[in-house]
């Protein structure tokens, strides 16, 4: 008996201490050495964990030691099958674990391309990562080459219904999809790619164009992962003008008591609709439409409204002598009776004050039309714009200029800022035209020439603010820091943080910390860049520059590759906002600029301007109408209330400025509806139907 417990200890102690062996002492598989490195080491012992395994891995298959590299991604499978970002080690520590990506490469090393794309299909279904997405593609062009088939080529569908479209949509959406069974691997828009992260067999693409009036002939193609191309283009044409209206004659016949009037509709994607105090005139389909009307009338005023057959609307108003029983005032009232004489026409010029007035407004001053028996014109046309004075200040990214020009000769030019808007000559034109404004101050400028030579311009200045809850500064601040970097870290790898804060402020959607200010920080706090990488550091530096997100992460370099990691981090909770990574294989400067710009659209993608209303406050919570598909979880918003700017003078309406009430984090996100905690003291404002935007 005592002989078999001896037995049962020793055989107890032996086990331990192969154990103790296994987890404490170094692995006994011999460490290799190519061109003066040394490949198969880990950082630290050895303890026979996934994360050992996995980190060994990764070291074989730097230096192209294959089978040992599937060997310990193998084990590392066997501890944990997963792959994951900032998987949990010990402790509080962290690491990014992708064991069958990994595997799934150097299988595609080793040629084995069944086994790669089943190890990189795993891992995008467990967790996306773009080196995967990289290397899935390169497997899917090997399998496409070594099955020795013609590709066909990619299929490519609008979803327009004609190649040639006539819009008023502003942007114009590009939509459609791109389909082929060989992947299609790159989309482009007018030459410029879209961003896409790996090929599909089918991709819904959606591109918003901020195209101006005009024609534009817009080329779509696709590219399949076999290098086959199809292209496919649409014509569009951009029209938001209204119809330009132009008044040829207007007679008043006193024995009659009636009214004629004549001119011509013109606008390009085709005059639908004509209506003269109130009643619709008979037209004829097409794009430059004469017309003619006779009529009785009482009326201190005639209007005349014109629509395109997208909506475009220009509408006109000319005031009428108020008693035809008045002596004419205008040589053209005689037509249709008797032509005076020569002295009576002498006498008559004398009292033409102006030519014809045909206002767009009742308050703007009549003129009347100049006789066609009147010596040669000497005055400039006259120049009249709806709603605007010669200075104002708007809270909209354009506006419509509504006009006119009248002279007692034909008008036979007209531009507004060197656009030339004239179709057809005459006495009076109406027109409406669409002014893009850049922030601050804009001049628009409006110039007519009748056919005696006589030139008049008119000039106005507007001014385009922007509302307090779109400017750039009331956006989510931030600031980038430099990267860890691990691996054999090249000098192109040092300068991505300086791309990505290129790229990011490039993008227009965060309020990115300017550099100065940052380092100005590092030198008070005596801290080094290389100190940054610090978690708790690089909080404490975001709160001190007034940042409320930091960008970090991590470059990964390897012989063949570069991997980039970000991710931005909430400086007041410390919480993880969103995870972004690239991945190339070519190393110059303009290959890391672009996966710098490719991170800061998967940051904007992340973080999309959108807004919406409060449906209810409680409390220090409000709901909102942003549901899962509009918003995610930490998410900070603006509250702000909308206020109408009119013009003092004219009552056209400016735009909207507004004024921030609060500010919110989402703290739970519903299929349509999402809440928030308020985070200042302006709660008690806050009520149902003030609005909100993403910061």
């Not at 024609?215 to 283009?233: D, F, M, P, Q, S």
């Not at 002596?327 to 002295?343: H, V, Y």
Request: proline share 5%; glycine share 8%; net charge positive.
């Amino acid at each position: 008996m005592k002989n078999a417990r001896r037995y049962l200890l020793i055989l107890i102690l032996v086990a331990a201490g192969f154990s103790l062996y296994r987890c404490g002492g170094p692995h006994p598989r011999p460490v290799y050495v190519r061109d003066g490195r040394q490949y198969g080491v880990v950082r630290g012992a050895f303890r026979s964990r996934r994360w050992n395994y996995y980190e060994r891995g990764l070291s074989f298959a730097d230096g192209e030691f294959y089978q040992e590299a599937v060997s310990d991604f193998r084990q590392a499978i066997h501890q944990r099958e997963k792959d994951q970002r900032m998987a949990r080690t010990y402790g509080m520590h962290f690491i990014d674990y992708f064991p069958h990506r990994e595997l799934g490469i150097v299988f595609y090393q080793m040629g084995d391309l069944k086994a790669a794309k089943r190890e990189l299909e795993l891992s995008l279904s467990q967790f996306p990562s773009a080196k995967a997405r990289f290397y899935l593609d390169r497997v899917r062009r090997a399998l496409i080459e070594k099955g020795g088939k013609e590709a066909s080529l990619p299929g490519v569908s609008l979803d327009f219904k004609t190649a040639e479209v006539w819009t008023r949509e502003d942007p114009v959406i590009i939509s459609g999809v791109a389909e082929d069974e060989n992947y299609v691997s790159a989309i482009y828009i007018r030459g410029v790619p879209l961003f896409l992260e790996g090929s599909k067999k089918s991709i819904s693409f959606k591109q918003s164009l901020n195209l101006p009036q005009g024609k534009h002939a817009i080329e779509v193609a696709a590219k399949n992962l076999a290098g086959k191309v199809t292209k496919r283009t649409v014509v569009i044409h951009v029209d938001r003008e209204g119809p330009i209206i132009t008044v040829g004659e207007l007679r008043i016949d006193r024995r009659t008591r009636e009214i004629a009037i004549s001119g011509s509709i013109y606008d390009e994607s085709g005059v639908s609709e004509l209506t003269i105090d109130g009643q619709s005139i008979t037209i004829e389909p097409g794009t430059d439409i004469p017309f003619a009307r006779k009529f009785a009338t009482d009326k201190k005023s005639l209007n005349l409204v014109a629509r395109d057959r997208l909506g475009n609307r220009t509408s006109a108003q000319i005031p009428l002598p108020q008693n035809l029983n008045e002596p004419a005032t205008s040589i053209q009232e005689w037509r249709g009776n008797t032509p005076p004489g020569k002295s009576q026409i002498a006498n008559r010029k004398s009292q033409i004050p102006s030519p014809l007035l045909a206002s767009l407004d009742s308050d703007v001053n009549p003129y009347l039309l100049a006789g066609l028996f009147s010596p040669r014109d000497t005055r400039p046309p006259s120049i009249m714009l709806k709603g605007f004075t010669n200075k104002q200040t708007v809270f909209l990214p354009k506006i419509y200029i509504e006009g006119q020009v009248t002279d007692e000769s034909k008008i036979v030019g007209l531009s507004i800022n060197d656009v030339p808007v004239l179709h057809r000559k005459g006495l009076s034109i109406f027109f409406s035209h669409l002014s893009e404004l850049r922030e601050g101050e804009n001049s628009i400028t409006v110039e007519a020439v009748d056919e005696n030579g006589n030139r008049a311009t008119k000039t106005i200045s507007v001014t385009r603010a922007v509302p307090k809850a779109l400017q750039l500064d009331k956006r989510l601040s931030m600031t980038v820091l430099p990267f860890e970097q691990t691996g054999a870290v090249s000098q192109v790898g040092l300068s991505f943080q300086d791309n990505l804060i290129d790229s990011l402020v490039d993008q227009d959607r965060f309020w990115v910390i300017e550099r100065a200010k940052l380092d100005l920080i590092l030198q008070e706090q005596k801290l080094s860049r290389s100190g940054l990488i610090d978690r708790r550091t690089a909080l404490r530096l975001g709160r001190l520059v007034a940042a409320q997100a930091v960008v970090t992460g991590s470059i990964i370099e390897t012989r063949t590759g570069i991997e980039i990691v970000g991710r931005m981090i909430d400086t007041e909770t410390s919480e993880i906002l969103a995870t972004e990574d690239v991945y190339g294989e070519v190393k110059d400067l303009p290959a890391l600029r672009s996966l710098a710009e490719g991170m800061a659209i998967k940051f904007h993608r992340d973080f999309p301007l959108v807004d919406g209303v409060v449906i209810q406050r409680k409390g220090s919570e409000i709901l909102t109408d942003l549901g899962k598909d509009k918003v995610k979880l930490h998410r900070r918003l603006l509250v702000y209330r909308e206020h109408p700017v009119r013009h003092p003078l004219t009552g056209k309406v400016l735009g909207a400025d507004n004024e921030i009430i609060g500010r919110a984090r989402v703290i739970q996100v519903m299929p349509e509806m999402s809440k928030a905690e308020l985070l200042d003291a302006s709660t008690g404002v806050i009520k149902s139907l003030d609005k909100v935007i993403t910061e």
